[in-house]
């Protein structure tokens, strides 16, 4: 019977014992990706609960503008608001202002105007929230093959230690093979969350483009009715 005991064989397979046995080259690939790990868990913790907080100060924000009687007052409440609602509602309504500052209104030039400023600014509110999600897409789409560079480079090792000791038992062989194929493994753990928070990242971000461009057509629709309310003010231009 063997009676050899296993619990060597198990410590010597641990992840810090794989590392710390493990070739120069394939120590700098485990470490990259470790902290691209590392950079991708920040991304993803720091957007979720961000964009967590601003669906729910965009509910409230909205909610009160609707119930608003008097849009000037509204305005001097949150023009310091960085939300990015507010940020589009005082893009709106500045150039409203400034189109409607004369004695004539050129109705048309002013919905223009105001459909092209509005526009701009959930173009760009939505950059601004966007940012550093490519790193996401990076990390899961290189990350693999960097944890497969590090294996094939471990079992290139593993196998230039066979031919010097000239001897091919397990025990020559399996820590090399465990070393490069922790690597592979290092690059996965990398990029499936990258992948998926990603993917699922990106959902969240179009569906508030969508409620953003929702709330600057409802704005301009606002707006564009002021304007048939003052008639004596508005010449039509051909």
């Not at 064989?9 to 794989?18: F, G, N, Y």
């Amino acid at each position: 019977m063997n009676n050899l005991p296993i619990a060597p064989t198990a410590s010597l397979l641990s992840p810090v014992t794989l590392f710390m046995q493990a070739d120069l080259i394939v120590k700098v690939v485990m470490i990259g990706l470790v902290l691209a790990s590392v950079w991708t868990w920040a991304i993803i913790l720091g957007h979720g609960f961000r964009l967590r907080r601003i669906d729910k100060e965009t509910k409230a924000f909205e909610a009160d503008f609707w119930k608003s009687d008097d849009v000037d007052r509204f305005y001097e409440t949150h023009r310091k608001s960085q939300l990015p609602t507010a940020k589009v509602f005082g893009a709106g309504l500045t150039e409203w202002r400034r189109s409607t500052a004369g004695a004539t209104v050129d109705r048309e030039g002013t919905r223009a105007r105001l459909a092209t400023s509005m526009g701009a600014a959930v173009a760009a509110e939505m950059d601004e929230l966007a940012d550093r999600l490519n790193v996401l897409a990076t990390v899961g789409s290189v990350a693999p093959f960097v944890g497969l560079f590090g294996t094939v480079w471990g079992i290139m090792k593993s196998f230039t230690d066979i031919a010097a000791q000239q001897n091919t038992s397990l025990g020559v062989v399996a820590p090399g093979i465990a070393e490069a194929l922790f690597a592979t493994a290092l690059g996965l753990f990398a990029a499936i969350p990258a992948v998926v928070a990603y993917n699922r990242l990106g959902h969240r971000l179009n569906r508030y483009e969508a409620r953003l461009n929702r709330f600057a057509d409802g704005f301009h629709a606002t707006l564009s009715r002021e304007l048939e309310i003052e008639p004596e003010r508005i010449e039509e231009h051909d």
